[in-house]
């Protein structure tokens, strides 16, 4: 998980406004996407609080929306692909189609999810400091490839700029991990992640209104 709750209220309320913004230059997929991530930075204050006050309510309700927005987070945005693009989808069927065997298979994959049992609570792992960790499954690398399939069939003009920041949102999570003796291997690949892409989602917004503009 990331760092305490100060940094997940930080980086869940610059996402929130970069969605925001994502909308109002007209890219409400993109703004979908950032508000998925930020829903996970919710998440982890409210854990990170319940810790902080030795309140079980606040640790399960964190760890509540971070289990099952997890899960969703391929149909929330291969939907809002098939919402906001149908006008142009509605002129190739074919992708049309594609996109929709696309929500549906995300669906298998979230019901599959479901079946995993979530601990009620997330708490400290401390092998390497201590990070917490998630212990709930969500089969995020079908999700990633599904999330990534729908972008390219039904808005390849971003898929591009989506793909190279949220890559180096990974870069960068990894080297934490290099640096940091508190965020483990797995830490960085999942929660961290979460974090930095939240908290850098202004540089994207950013990149595609400035290309907007020329």
């Known amino acids: 998980m990331c760092y305490d709750s100060k940094t997940s209220a930080l980086s869940?309320?610059?996402?929130i406004l970069s969605a925001w913004v994502a909308f109002h230059i007209n890219e409400p997929v993109l703004g979908c996407l950032i508000i998925v991530y930020s829903l996970m930075q919710i998440a982890e204050f409210c854990i990170w609080h319940g810790l902080d006050t030795n309140s079980f309510q606040w640790n399960q309700w964190g760890t509540t929306l971070a289990s099952t927005s997890l899960k969703l987070h391929?149909?929330?945005?291969?939907?809002a692909i098939l919402i906001f693009k149908w006008k142009t989808l509605k002129q190739n069927q074919g992708k049309r189609i594609a996109l929709q065997i696309i929500l549906v298979i995300a669906f298998f994959v979230c019901f599959g999810s479901l079946l995993d049992s979530s601990p009620p609570t997330t708490q400290p792992s401390c092998s390497k400091g201590c990070r917490l960790e998630w212990k709930f499954g969500a089969s995020y690398p079908i999700q990633i490839v599904l999330i990534g399939a729908a972008f390219i069939i039904g808005v390849p003009e971003i898929f591009i700029p989506i793909a190279v920041f949220y890559l180096g949102a990974l870069f960068v999570s990894m080297g934490v991990s290099f640096m940091d003796p508190k965020t483990t291997f797995k830490?960085?690949?999942?929660?961290?992640?979460?974090?930095?892409?939240?908290?850098?989602?202004?540089?994207?917004?950013?990149y595609l209104w400035w290309k907007k503009q020329k």
Do not use: E, K, M
Not at 187 to 206: D, E, N
């Open 187 to 206: 830490t960085a690949i999942s929660s961290i992640w979460c974090f930095f892409v939240a908290l850098f989602a202004p540089l994207l917004v950013g």
């Open 12 to 15: 869940a309320t610059i996402g």
């Open 74 to 79: 391929a149909i929330v945005v291969v939907a």
